[in-house]
């Protein structure tokens, strides 16, 4: 299969990849983003933040997290690179913990990529801090953001949350309710 870019912006790329039959197979591509779970297991609660996003004109209720790469540009530099993503995403994940939920990460493990689709490719990567402890900078926001609140969450709370709606970022939702059923 071959691809060809041919169109390119800030945080997407449209690609047409042509198939061994001569079909097209046109993609658009971004960044990849991370997302970051940080619980007490044993008092059951889990760490989220409530962000006011342009995309809903509301507050919503999330999971740490951000872009892997700041531009398309940085993520080719990366994709020639031959770098392993995990390690990239995971050094993201803990820069998001500190500056969204002021939340020093000292350890943690990769717990899922979530994949968008066939034909927009904007994986995420969802980990779960093992070992953690608050920020002594506390949140360190980048302009823009507009992080309102970090606050704990019962497990069952944050499982009515997402039936609820009030986690609007549908297929992390999804893996966060997932993580909680495990933790059962």
Do not use: N
């Amino acid at each position: 299969m071959t691809e060809e870019i041919y169109a390119v912006g800030k945080m997407f790329e449209l690609v047409h990849l042509t198939q061994p039959d001569g079909r097209v197979f046109e993609v658009a591509r971004r960044a990849p983003g991370v997302r970051i779970i940080i619980a007490d297991k044993d008092a059951k609660k889990i760490l989220l933040t409530k962000e006011f996003r342009r995309e809903l004109g509301a507050y919503d209720f999330r999971l740490p997290g951000g872009k892997v790469f700041d531009s398309l540009t940085e993520f080719e530099a990366f994709r020639k690179s031959g770098e392993a993503i995990l390690v990239s995403a995971a050094a993201k994940a803990k820069a998001e913990a500190a500056e969204e939920a002021g939340i020093a990460v000292k350890d943690m493990v990769f717990y899922k990529k979530s994949t968008l689709g066939a034909t927009v490719e904007w994986d995420l990567y969802v980990f779960e801090a093992s070992d953690f402890a608050e920020h002594e900078a506390g949140q360190a926001l980048e302009e823009g953001e507009q992080v309102d609140d970090v606050s704990w969450y019962d497990f069952a709370e944050v499982e009515q949350m997402i039936l609820r709606g009030d986690m609007q970022e549908d297929r992390i939702a999804l893996v966060l309710l997932r993580w909680i059923h495990a933790q059962k």
